[in-house]
């Protein structure tokens, strides 16, 4: 039993389980797809969507569900999420307008002319996420500490000790960027 | 060095992130895939160990995107939700009610229809019927021509008449071909 809905029966092919489970979380994954729909017709047919994954072949996803390691609730959101968004990619036409493309998207990397290699392990996965989410997502160092469950002065903590290990692997001094292969920062 | 993600330091680490991850792409660096719902959602609620939840933090990392799936299902559980009923029902409609004990919810049997076992009978009783009628009406044909020309022979026997109503004449030139 997850959540007081009978997902065994549920599993099993029964209507009533299915339409409890429909009734009771029709609104969680709307309010999980909301956000990632373009339109209202968008966002009927994305809820619709991430029901019929969950039931379709025999409920082959909701059995790989599993009460002991998540809440249902938890792993609903972000079925419903990373269903919404194959779906919109499915539907996203291949080419659009130069106006219609994001900046990031027109963007030119710079040429690497630095070999330096990363060594492993430079950056742990945790100041890596870290870092993602300040300059990636734009949260602030609030929120960050919020989702990872830590004291923001966990989060400045950990910036601050990842920014160390970049600036000593990279040897930026203030003056500008330079890689050790080219310390004067100079091109050629 | 300055006080981390102070205004003035902030456009300068960024750059150096995001050289990092310009060199961290060029290396082919590729996060181990644990992206799968039930492992995000064990992250979500605190749940996996001290390696799994770092093989997490590692994916997420390299797909952003999924970050926002974490936050939102960290938001889920603490707002109500509510949706509209044509919205349910549309959902609950989706899965049809058992039938019999038997019901196997993998299967959608063809229901056996008495219009589709009754196609071979109907065809079979046409042609029958097409063929009778083509019988009946070759006999009936058959009965009144005999009829007819019983008739007429005998009504050319009573009367004794030079010419028999039915024979034709034997050609255009056979009267002078006689005479002559």
Known sequence: ?188 | MSEPMGDDNRAEEAALWRRFRALERNSGFKARDVGDPLTLAAYTEGRLGTKAAEAVEAYLAAKPESIGDILAAQAAALAAHDAPEAMIARAADLVAPRTSPAFDPRVVPFRQTPAAQSVAWHTTLSRLAIAASLIATGLVGFALGSNTYGNILQSHVSASADTDPLDQPAGFFSSEDSSS
């Open chain 1, 1 to 188: 039993m997850a959540d007081s809905i009978d997902l065994a029966s549920l599993i099993r092919g029964d209507k009533a389980p299915w339409d409890a489970f429909a009734r009771r979380y029709a609104g969680l994954i709307l309010s999980a797809v909301r956000s990632q729909a373009r339109d209202g017709a968008d966002i009927d047919d994305l809820v619709q969507e991430v029901f019929l994954r969950l039931c379709k072949d025999n409920f082959r996803l909701l059995k790989t569900y599993d009460a002991t390691r998540a809440g249902l609730s938890t792993w609903l959101t972000i079925v419903a999420r990373s269903t919404a968004r194959d779906v919109l990619r499915r539907r996203q036409p291949q080419t659009m307008p130069y106006e219609a493309a994001p900046e990031s998207a027109l963007a030119v990397s710079p040429p690497m002319h630095e070999h330096v290699k990363l060594p492993d392990e430079l950056l742990s996965p945790r100041q890596k996420l870290v870092l993602t989410m300040l300059y990636e997502r734009d949260m602030d160092v609030t929120d960050v500490a919020k989702s990872l469950g830590v004291d923001p002065q966990t989060v400045r903590s950990t910036h601050h000790k990842a920014m160390l290990k970049l600036r000593s692997h990279f040897a930026i001094d203030d003056s500008g960027m330079a890689t050790k292969d080219n310390p004067a920062g100079k091109s050629g």
